[in-house]
């Protein structure tokens, strides 16, 4: 028998194995995040300046757009930690609690600093800066009537700082946990906490009767 080359017979090309599978995959893998970080970058610019043109309209008659500002702000102080740029991130969170300030809206000024002290502890190394921050936004939290924010940030902050080596930060934040709560032996929220306070405690060999207040 002969066959012809439109029978579909060719000459076999030689696998060249996984390994080049995969480098050709992870070569793909960055050139996808290459551009999808691009793309994110581009995104949260045009939003941060969609607000910043809300904020500072052209015109000495018009008035700051607020409210329009907020959502551009919201979604660039989100997508800027995506791709790693906190300074941005700050910048759109500082303008955030300013115009839900300007609007009264508390909760959401309160959210914006608690995102600020997150960045300033996790990402800046400034435990000093993030305090100042969660103590904004706690106040707010409690003008706000919203006593499961105040005591649910005081937890994730104290333990945030326990993990990343701030003792002393972090044994505020329980004190003033516990003091915030209302019988907290009696509820398992404040059971948790008092167990972690006494563990810290024990760790830093400064235990002492945790006194409920």
Known sequence: FFFQAEDGIRDVERSRGLGDVYKRQEINLMEFSTERRMGIREEATDKMKEAKDLLHPLFCCCKPDYIGAIPCLN????????????????SCLELLAECNDKEGINFDVGEAHRKMGLIYLQHKDDPATAETNFAIAIHHYHFMGNEAKVQGTLREVANLYKELGHPDYAEKMYEELIKDLYEPEKYQPGKAAIAEYTDLLLSRKKYKEVIVV
């Not at 979604?75 to 700050?90: G, H, K, V, W």
């Open 75 to 90: 979604r660039a102080s989100e997508l800027f930690p995506q791709i790693d740029d906190y300074d941005n991130a700050l």
